[in-house]
C-alpha cells in the first residue's frame, strides 16, 4: 500500500488489518504517542471541511506528528502552478499529503507526480477515509462484519462509492436504495459486486424502500454533495420519498443510523431519526480519526 487513493484497491487483508490497527490504536493511544515523531504531513483543501480537517490534524499530532494545512487561499488547485509542481514541491518538505479535491484526477495527480504518500480526504468519486471509519463503526456493534446488512438510502455518490467497495472487502450484503437517476456510477457498482462476490458479500440497488428488509443500520448523506449544481428545490420532490425517518427505521428493523455528516434534518433524514437512540453519527466522526490514524501508520510507520 503505497497510497490510500479509493478504498477499491485495497486487498481484504490490507482492509480488515487497517480496522483492526484502528481499534488498537483507539484502544491504547498511549503506545501510539510517538509513532509518526518528526514526521510531517500536508493536508490539502479545495473544499470546506470540519470533520477531516480537525480529525486529521488531531490525530497526527496524537502519534507525535506534526500538520501544515493549506486551504486554497490563491485560488484551486493547478491554477497558480500545476498539480504536478505542488505534489513534487510539497514531497520535498513533508512525508505524505492529504487532499480534498474536486475531482479524484487531482488526487491522481498529485500521487503521480509527488514522491510521499498521498491519502484522498474526499473526492468527487470517493470517501476511503469515511468508508473505513463507517465500516470500523460497524464492527463495533456487530462485530462479525459478514453478518452485516447495510442499507444506503439517497443520493448515490462519494461516500456510497467508498461504502461499496467497504462492503465487498468485508463480505457484507449492501443495499441501495436510490431515485431513479441518482444510482452510484455503473462501473463502480460492477466492479463492487465483482469484489463483492470474490469475498462472499453481496450488492443489490433497487428504486424502491421495499428492498430493506432486516437491515443492520441505515446509512443516508446530503442530496447535494459540495461540487454539485443541482437546486434543492429541483430535487427535493424526488428525494422526500427517501427520506430516513422513524417510520423507515422501524419498517426495516434497523439497528443503527448512520450519516457521514453534515446532516441536513429534514431532509435526506428526519431530525428524530439524526438526533435519535439509534444514531451512531458521532461515534462515526471520531472513528474519522482512528481509520485515518491506521493509514497514516501504514503508510508511514
Ligand atoms: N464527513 C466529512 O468528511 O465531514 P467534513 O466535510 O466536515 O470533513
Ligand atoms: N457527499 C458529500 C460528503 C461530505 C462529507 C459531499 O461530497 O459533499
Redesign the pocket.
Known amino acids: 500500500m503505497n497510497h490510500l487513493l479509493t478504498l477499491k484497491t485495497l486487498t481484504q487483508e490490507a482492509f480488515l488489518e487497517l480496522l483492526s490497527s484502528a481499534q488498537s490504536i483507539k484502544a491504547n493511544p498511549q503506545q501510539y504517542s510517538q509513532a509518526l515523531a518528526g514526521k510531517s504531513v500536508a493536508m490539502l483543501f479545495e473544499k ?6 480537525v480529525s486529521f490534524d488531531i490525530g497526527i499530532n496524537k502519534l507525535g506528528g506534526h500538520a501544515v494545512y493549506l486551504d486554497q487561499q490563491n485560488g484551486a488547485l493547478g491554477v497558480r502552478e500545476p498539480v504536478s509542481d505542488f505534489a513534487s514541491n510539497l514531497s520535498c518538505w513533508v512525508d505524505a499529503i492529504v487532499a480534498r479535491t474536486f475531482t479524484q484526477q487531482t488526487i491522481e495527480e498529485l500521487a503521480e507526480h509527488g514522491s510521499v504518500p498521498v491519502v484522498n480526504a ?1 473526492s468527487d468519486l470517493y ?1 476511503p477515509c ?1 468508508g473505513l471509519a463507517d465500516w470500523l463503526t460497524l464492527k463495533e456493534h456487530f462485530v462479525d462484519l459478514t453478518q452485516v446488512h447495510l442499507a444506503y438510502v439517497g443520493d448515490g455518490n462519494n461516500v456510497t462509492h467508498s461504502l461499496m467497495f467497504g462492503a465487498a472487502l468485508a463480505g457484507a450484503k449492501m443495499t441501495i436504495v436510490c431515485p431513479p437517476g441518482h444510482f452510484p456510477d455503473a462501473m463502480l457498482v460492477l466492479e463492487a459486486q465483482a469484489l463483492a462476490q470474490k469475498h462472499g458479500g453481496d450488492i443489490v440497488l433497487s428504486e424502491k424502500l421495499s428492498a430493506l428488509e432486516n437491515v443492520s443500520a441505515i446509512y443516508t448523506d446530503t442530496w447535494i454533495s459540495m461540487g454539485d449544481t443541482v437546486e434543492l428545490a429541483e430535487i427535493k420532490q424526488k428525494f422526500m420519498p427517501f427520506q430516513v425517518n422513524t417510520q423507515l427505521m422501524q419498517q426495516t428493523n434497523a439497528q443503527l443510523f448512520m450519516h ?3 446532516a441536513y434534518r429534514g431532509q435526506e433524514a428526519s431530525a428524530e431519526v439524526v438526533d435519535g437512540e439509534q444514531s451512531v453519527i458521532l461515534q462515526q466522526a471520531e472513528n ?1 480519526m482512528h481509520a485515518q490514524n491506521a493509514v497514516l501508520l501504514k503508510l508511514l510507520g
Open positions: 470546506p471541511s470540519l470533520r477531516t480537517r474526499l470517501h469515511q457521514c455528516l453534515p474519522r
